[in-house]
């Protein structure tokens, strides 16, 4: 079945950077186009980033020459480099299917927390 593993997140300083993995499988990834969602206490989860299956990429406004997502189709894995980041950055972060729903399936994601 489909399974999403997201791994990377952490604490770190305003300013800082860290790099997202996920590892995909139960389905075949390089047709899919992947995204990174968020979300933050007492918020709806929103979509941060994603990557069609011929590289093409689209961001949130927000994060936008900040935030990288790449993938690696041999692998199954989709990343998100996140620098400079900013307090208003801190939530549970996720990948999926893009236009997932839900009521799709949504692994644990993982916890980036921006905080000096």
């Known amino acids: 079945q489909v399974q999403f593993v997201e791994s990377g997140g952490g604490l770190v300083q305003p300013g800082g950077s860290l790099r997202l993995s996920c590892a995909a499988s139960g389905f075949i990834f390089r047709f899919w186009t992947m995204a990174w969602y968020r979300q933050a206490p007492g918020k709806q989860r929103e979509k941060v980033a994603h990557i069609g299956s011929s590289d093409s990429t689209d961001y949130l406004d927000s994060v936008k020459g900040r935030f990288t997502i790449s993938r690696d189709n041999a692998k199954k894995v989709v990343y998100l480099q996140m620098n400079s980041l900013k307090p208003e950055d801190t939530a549970v972060y996720y990948c999926?299917?893009?236009?997932?729903?839900?009521?799709?399936?949504w692994g644990q994601g993982t916890q980036v927390t921006v905080s000096s």
């Open positions: 999926n299917k893009f236009q997932a729903t839900e009521e799709d399936y």
